[in-house]
C-alpha cells in the first residue's frame, strides 16, 4: 500500500514532505522516513512509527535543501524492520540515490538470486532495494536513462520517486496499478499518492502521472516521457476505491467518497432486507452506509462509536495486534441498537476475525437482528502488487462458502457485492481496472509466485 511524497524547488521542502506524510498516513502505519538533498547532499531521517511521533522542529531543520522525498510503510515484500524503511538511501558509481516506492515487484526474487549469484550484497529485504542494484549495473549514460534500463527489466506495480543531489524523477508502471499523482505549490512541483496530501499543503492538482510515464524535475525545468511500449489495458487496483484511499481524495479519474457512495447504492439494490437501521462499520464503510440507506430508504445511524486514537486493524502487521484492536477501537451504541434489525455494512472481509468480534459486540448490545451487507466482492485471491494478503489460506472467502462464512461471522443474514456492480460506473471496466482479488485474473505474469494459480479452492 503504502504512500509517497516528493518535493522540488521548495525552500522549505523537507515541511511541506512531512505535510504530505500526515495526509497520507492511512496508507501505512509501521515505519516514515523523509531524504531531503540541498543541491550536494542527502540527508536523511527514518524511523519506525507514526508521522507525528517521528519527527519533530528539531529533525526537520537538519533536513535541510529545496528538494525532499517522503515515505510511509506498510509491509508487503520485506519484513516490518528498521532496515527497511523508506527512502532507501545508497551510495554508488554516479553519487547518492534515494528511493520511494509504493506498489510489489513481482519478479524481485528471480532478480535478487541472480544478483546475489554473481556477488551482490543486499542491506535489506524489501522488493525496492532491487531497483537501486538495477540502476548501478546499468551501462546508459545519464541517470534518467539508467532509471529506464532498471525499470525495463521489473514486472509489477510500482508509483516511485527517486532523489539525487540534484533531480528528482517520478517514475509509474505502465498498467498504472497505483496511483500517482502531479501538483503545484506555488511553482514548484510537487508528486503525492493521492489528492488529499495535494489539499493539506494548499498545491494545487495539476494531472495525474499517467500509466508508463517518467517525469524528471531539475534546474533545467520539467520534462515527460513514456519510454515503455504502451499497453492497451491498465490495471488500476480497485482496492483503492473500496478500501485503501482516503474519501476525500480523487484518483484514477474520480472521487472516491462518491464512488463508495455508489457501492452502497448497488448494494442496497442487489441485497435489499428489512430492517430498522443501517450501521456502518466506521470509518471505511460509512460511504457505503450512506449509499445504502439512500437507495433502501432505511435510516443510517452511527451504531459503532470508533476510537480516533486507534490505527486502521486491516493494516497491523501481525493477528495478535489486529485482533486486540478490534475492541479498543470500535464500540456499539447500547441504547441505539438494543432490540433493532440492523443492516451492518463494511466494505470488505478479509480474513473474518474482525467481522465476527464485531458482529459479537452487536449481539452483546441487545441487537435483535444483524445482516451483514459487504460493498465489494468476495475476496478470494492473495494480491501481489501492494497489499498484504500472500496467503490463500487467510482469506475466508477462498476456504468457505457463503452460507459457512455467514456462519463463522454469526451473522443472520450475508452478502456481497458482485463484480458487474462494484463496477456500475464503468462498462468496460476490464480494460482499466485490475480485480485479481476478486476474480483470480491477475494482469501480468507472477514470476515469483509460479504456483499461485495451481492453487484449488478449497470450499469447490
Request: net charge neutral; hydrophobic share 40%; glycine share 8%.
Amino acid at each position: 500500500m503504502c504512500g509517497v511524497v516528493g518535493i522540488y524547488n521548495h525552500p522549505e521542502a523537507s515541511r511541506i514532505a512531512y505535510l504530505g506524510l500526515y495526509a497520507l498516513q492511512h496508507r501505512g502505519q509501521e515505519a516514515a522516513g523523509i531524504v531531503s538533498s540541498d543541491g550536494g547532499k542527502l540527508r536523511t531521517h527514518r524511523r519506525m512509527g507514526l508521522v507525528g511521533d517521528i519527527f519533530n522542529q528539531k529533525v526537520l531543520d537538519n533536513l535541510k535543501g529545496s528538494a525532499a522525498i517522503g515515505h510511509v510503510r506498510y509491509s508487503t515484500s520485506g519484513a516490518s524492520a528498521a532496515k527497511n524503511i523508506q527512502p532507501l538511501v545508497f551510495d554508488y558509481a554516479h553519487g547518492a540515490i534515494s528511493v520511494s516506492h509504493n506498489g510489489n515487484l513481482v519478479n524481485a526474487k528471480k532478480l535478487r538470486a541472480e544478483f546475489e549469484a554473481h556477488g551482490s550484497i543486499f542491506q535489506s529485504t524489501t522488493d525496492t532495494e532491487i531497483l537501486v542494484h538495477l540502476l548501478a549495473s546499468a551501462k546508459e549514460s545519464t541517470f534518467e536513462e539508467r532509471v529506464v534500463e532498471a525499470l525495463k527489466k521489473v514486472e509489477g506495480a510500482y508509483s516511485l520517486v527517486f532523489l539525487t543531489e540534484t533531480k528528482m524523477l517520478a517514475a509509474r508502471d505502465p498498467l498504472g496499478f497505483r496511483p500517482l499523482l502531479l501538483g503545484d505549490l506555488n511553482g514548484s512541483p510537487i508528486v503525492v499518492s493521492e489528492s488529499c496530501a495535494l489539499d493539506l499543503v494548499e498545491a494545487s492538482f495539476v494531472r495525474e502521472i499517467e500509466p508508463g510515464e517518467i517525469v524528471v524535475f531539475s534546474k533545467e525545468g520539467t520534462k515527460s516521457f513514456k519510454p515503455f511500449d504502451q499497453a492497451k489495458k491498465k490495471a488500476f487496483c480497485i482496492f483503492e476505491h473500496v478500501y485503501f484511499a482516503r474519501p476525500d481524495s480523487h484518483i484514477f479519474g474520480r472521487e472516491v467518497y462518491e464512488t463508495r457512495k455508489g457501492f452502497g447504492r448497488a448494494l442496497a439494490q442487489e441485497h435489499p432486507v428489512e430492517a430498522d437501521m443501517v450501521v456502518p462499520i466506521p470509518d471505511s464503510g460509512v460511504p457505503a452506509a450512506l449509499g445504502y440507506s439512500e437507495a433502501s430508504g432505511i435510516p443510517f445511524q452511527m451504531g459503532l462509536i470508533r476510537n480516533h486514537y486507534v490505527g486502521r486493524t486491516f493494516i497491523e502487521p501481525t493477528d495478535q495486534i489486529r485482533h486486540f484492536g478490534v475492541k479498543v477501537k470500535l464500540n456499539p451504541a447500547k441504547e441505539l441498537v438494543k432490540g433493532k434489525r440492523l443492516i451492518l455494512v463494511d466494505d470488505s472481509i478479509v480474513r473474518g476475525t474482525t467481522s465476527r468480534k464485531i458482529v459479537d459486540m452487536l449481539r452483546e448490545a441487545g441487537a435483535k437482528e444483524i445482516h451483514f451487507r459487504v460493498s465489494s466482492p468476495p475476496t478470494t485471491w492473495p494480491c501481489f502488487f501492494g497489499i498484504d494478503t500472500p496467503d490463500r489460506k487467510q482469506l475466508i472467502a477462498a476456504q468457505q462458502t457463503l452460507e459457512e462464512m455467514r456462519q463463522f461471522i454469526t451473522a443472520d443474514s450475508l452478502a456481497f457485492l458482485s463484480v458487474e456492480n462494484l463496477f456500475y460506473f464503468q462498462k468496460n471496466h476490464g480494460e482499466w481496472f485490475c480485480d485479481a482479488c476478486f476474480s483470480g485474473k491477475f494482469p501480468v505474469p507472477l514470476a515469483d509466485f509460479p504456483d499461485v494459480n495451481k492453487v484449488q479452492d478449497l470450499k469447490n
